[in-house]
């Protein structure tokens, strides 16, 4: 049976919600990473802390986005990663990425950002060199899709603060509990 | 000389602006607040630490609202007061204040929000009734202002998380230069 709502599109999705200045967002959370810097001694211990940080808000966000987007379910780990490049990062960041770099098994990929509203104006001093500054992101897609029964590991592998040409960050696949799902109750 | 440009409405400064999910920017705003209580030991400390970081932001953002807005410098405080409520608050958190309570030399107000996207979905627990959770919005307006050569004191007077009606600020000009307004190149 074909769901009886379609999901709305990622323009519309994103023009649906409450927004604030995304110069304010950016700012704010650079003045997480900040205080963070301040108050861990270890590089590493941030990038933990940030990936957490996200994690707890991603399973917090997951049930706006299905609240709204009128995403009913996806049928694999490759619709649902479509649906988030998409319609996840528009409806938050008011950007798209990009799915790209599938393994064989269809486990792993890619995304692909090439606007990043959390890293304008941003610098890394020569200090930080390790900071993985947008952990923030990738915790909210585990924590995101860990709501919906799929355990990830989510890493970046290209950073613009790091001199890349884009950023990408490679979500896997590693475990996946269908029948617990828990979003079934108005089908 | 009237000015060259007129002032933007609210409403159409705040549709120019990048801007990012509310709801996102309430959790990361929330996740930098209890990671301030899980660092610092006092309330009273963090309380301070989230004002330090609003006077931080602040200080930049009030170079987003000069070159967006098309205000071109206010006459008075109490001009100021009212652009701020209505344009300022538009263009970074979608809301506007109502200024209100002025004193007899008009250099005390008060800025009143019902709608506040900081809080949704926070409660206090009991052992954080003295926190001051939305003291970032009151050190960004004392930063703001400080670089347009107002030093003020900013406290908050109301607080819904507390229990009062509404979110009010009180706004209290300590000290004006304004021969050292520094946005007077354009004139």
Do not use: H
């Not at 299905?66 to 988030?84: H, P, Q």
């Amino acid at each position: 049976m074909p769901p009886l709502t379609t999901p709305k599109s990622g323009d519309a999705l994103f023009a649906s919600v409450d927004r604030v200045n995304a110069e304010l967002f950016t700012l704010t959370y650079g003045a997480i990473v900040r205080q963070l810097l301040t108050d861990l001694e270890e590089v590493e211990e941030v990038n933990k802390q940030l990936d957490q940080m996200g994690y707890n808000i991603g399973t917090r966000l997951v049930d706006e986005f299905l609240a709204k987007s009128n995403v009913s379910g996806c049928v694999d780990f490759k619709e649902t990663a479509d649906t988030i490049a998409k319609l996840g990062f528009k409806m938050f960041l008011g950007v798209t990425a990009t799915v790209t770099n599938w393994d064989a098994e269809g486990t792993t990929c890619s995304f692909v950002l090439e606007d990043n509203p959390l890293v304008d104006f941003v610098e890394l001093p020569d200090t930080c060199q390790g900071l993985q500054y947008c952990n923030v992101l990738s915790g909210v897609i585990r924590g995101a899709l860990e709501m919906v029964s799929m355990k990830t590991e989510v890493t970046w592998v290209r950073d613009m603060l790091r001199g890349d040409d884009a950023y990408e960050m490679r979500v896997k696949l590693t475990k996946q509990v269908p029948e617990e799902y828990p979003y079934k109750d108005d089908d």
